[in-house]
């Protein structure tokens, strides 16, 4: 079946920092999400990408879709507190969008 | 909107007992999924519905039944507990189609079988 790897697993930074994640897969996707996990939450759409190549900036944030479709990356500028939680790629089943396929997660921790 | 709620938020159980968990949704979203989370994993998807009355099996569908009789509900049934069912537990729903798959999530149901 589709797996997505996520590196790195975690991460402790300083406020201030750039933070960079990605996310990798052994098959090809159409899509690609990153969603973000608060603790005790459930999981929340951060970006949508869906054309190889592209480049989505939410704020502070910036996705890209990976031109091999393959692989997918977020960068989060000047990190804040509140950006503490579980970073999430996810990309869906072929054919139907109601499938998801979650990474693994990466946990950015924030240290003042 | 109160978007996709999720019942009990909590849940003990005891290994063999049943129960349903609950999940609707106010935005009349077509598609609806649950999913699991186990510590250090991503979420799995247990079974999902692109409409009332149609049901299909995710990647982890053992030991559930699903059922989608109204567009705003789909709850998922335990029919016979087991300590390897101890999860967090989220529903999902979105419109669905391509660029329209952002999918919105319950707050989740934490289940521990005991």
């Known amino acids: 079946g589709q797996q997505l790897n996520q590196s790195p697993q975690s991460m402790f930074i300083q406020e201030g920092e750039d933070v960079s994640m990605n996310c990798t897969s052994s098959?090809?996707?159409?899509?690609w999400l990153w969603y973000k996990q608060d603790p005790g939450e459930g999981p929340v759409l951060l970006i949508a990408?869906?054309?190889?190549?592209e480049l989505t900036s939410n704020g502070r944030l910036t996705a890209q879709f990976g031109i091999t479709r393959k692989d997918s990356f977020l960068n989060i500028s000047a990190s804040i507190p509140s950006d503490v939680g579980i970073y999430f790629c996810?990309?869906?089943?072929?054919?139907?969008?109601?499938?998801?396929?979650f990474g693994t997660g990466t946990r950015l921790q924030v240290t003042l | 909107n109160a978007g996709v709620t999720q019942t009990p938020k909590f849940q003990v159980l005891k290994t063999g007992q049943s129960m349903t968990l609950q999940c609707a949704q106010d935005?009349?979203?077509?598609?609806m999924s649950w999913y699991r989370q186990d510590p250090g994993m991503g979420l799995r998807l247990i079974h999902y519905?692109?409409?009332?009355?149609?049901?299909d099996q995710g990647e982890v569908p053992n030991g559930y039944n699903v059922s989608r009789s109204t567009t705003e509900d789909f709850p998922l049934r335990l029919l016979s507990a087991a300590p390897s069912q101890t999860s967090v537990y989220f529903c999902a729903s979105s419109y669905g189609g391509l660029g329209k798959d952002t999918q919105y999530f319950g707050p989740g149901t934490r289940l521990t079988v005991l």
């Open positions: 996810a990309g869906p089943h072929t054919g139907t969008a109601s499938k998801l396929t």
């Open positions: 098959s090809i996707f159409n899509t």
């Open positions: 990408l869906y054309k190889a190549g």
């Open positions: 519905s692109v409409g009332a009355g149609i049901t």
């Open positions: 935005m009349n979203h077509e598609y």
